[in-house]
């Protein structure tokens, strides 16, 4: 197996935000166990390997880009739980009739 991507881009509240794969921390690592229980090594190579676009991914991945993208760019003590409270679980999904984002049986 081969590294597909260095870096990851999704879109979040103000647009899309990139996070370099390279630039994760030991800081992020323990964080992320202190938050989590797990290691971030096993996420992050994942990430690293997939091919499925950002914002494709599932939620939690999603949520893990934008974290060490804000940590990176923005605040570097920045809350997993603050920043996962405004991720939104479904980002590009249009809403249904009754105004329902990601509702079953939408799949435009």
């Keep these: 197996m081969?590294?597909?991507?260095?870096?990851?881009?999704?879109?979040?509240?103000?647009?899309?935000?990139?996070?370099?794969?390279a630039r994760v921390t030991g800081l992020d690592a323990l964080e992320y166990r202190l938050r989590t229980g797990e290691n971030l090594d096993p996420a992050l190579k994942?990430?690293?390997?997939?091919?499925?676009?950002?914002?494709?991914?599932?939620?939690?991945?999603?949520?893990?880009?934008?974290?060490?993208?804000v940590r990176q760019q923005v605040d570097v003590d920045a809350s997993l739980e603050l920043v996962a409270a405004t991720v939104p679980m479904f980002p590009s999904a249009p809403p249904d009739e009754a105004g329902v984002v990601g509702a079953p049986g939408n799949d435009d």
């Design 2 to 21: 081969s590294i597909v991507r260095d870096s990851i881009t999704v879109t979040y509240t103000s647009g899309p935000v990139t996070c370099d794969l």
């Design 46 to 69: 994942a990430l690293a390997l997939t091919e499925i676009p950002g914002d494709d991914l599932p939620a939690a991945d999603r949520v893990l880009v934008v974290w060490l993208a």
